[in-house]
């Protein structure tokens, strides 16, 4: 008994050790992350989008997406969706919004720092409930980048974007960001 307990005493530090490692892993890459250009595969239940990305930290994205022509555009205070069939761009404050959280990098950090880096299905995840908001933040496991993201929307459909990143810390123009450009 006294061997059992050193054994799984022993097995629990070594567990928490490589996990504090992946996470401080994790951390480093963001620290040192200013922008990602990504491919992205948004999944609304049975629904599937797909696009290109490019995310400035913090708070910064520009969308196109694929098939239906749709944008979606942070310029750090305001996001705005805009389809190819109404042409009339819905303006939101990003703070209203989930993006909030996913695209602030010191947040991510924070909560990185505060809680466990888990695994299941191959996927390294971390799971952040943020003013009733569950959130699970995905990591690619070799690279250790952000990977995508998973929440329920205010109409509780699970959305899930899967992200592939094409290229870190690019030069991207500002001009992208430009809310006045899309109205």
Not at 46 to 75: A, H, P, T
Not at 85 to 100: G, M, W
């Amino acid at each position: 008994m006294k061997y059992f307990l050193i054994f799984f005493s022993f097995f629990f530090f070594i567990q928490s050790s490589a996990n504090s490692d992946t996470a401080r892993q994790i951390i480093g890459n963001l620290e040192k992350a200013k922008n990602y250009s990504f491919k992205f595969v948004q999944k609304i239940n049975e629904n599937e989008e797909k696009g290109n990305c490019v995310l400035v930290f913090d708070r910064k994205i520009n969308c196109k997406y694929e098939n239906n022509g749709k944008i979606l555009i942070s310029d750090g205070k305001s996001l705005i969706i805009k389809s190819r069939s109404s042409n009339i761009p819905n303006f939101y404050k990003l703070k209203d919004t989930y993006f909030y959280k996913i695209l602030e990098k010191k947040y991510i950090i924070n909560e990185l720092s505060k809680t466990t880096v888990k695994k299941e299905y191959g996927k390294l995840y971390v799971d952040i409930n943020d003013q009733n908001i569950d959130i699970k933040i995905y990591f690619d496991k070799e690279k250790l980048y952000l990977s995508g993201w998973e929440i329920k929307d205010i109409y509780n459909n699970s959305v899930l974007t899967e992200i592939k990143i094409q290229e870190v810390n690019g030069n991207i123009s500002e001009n992208i960001f430009d809310l006045q450009r899309f109205n």
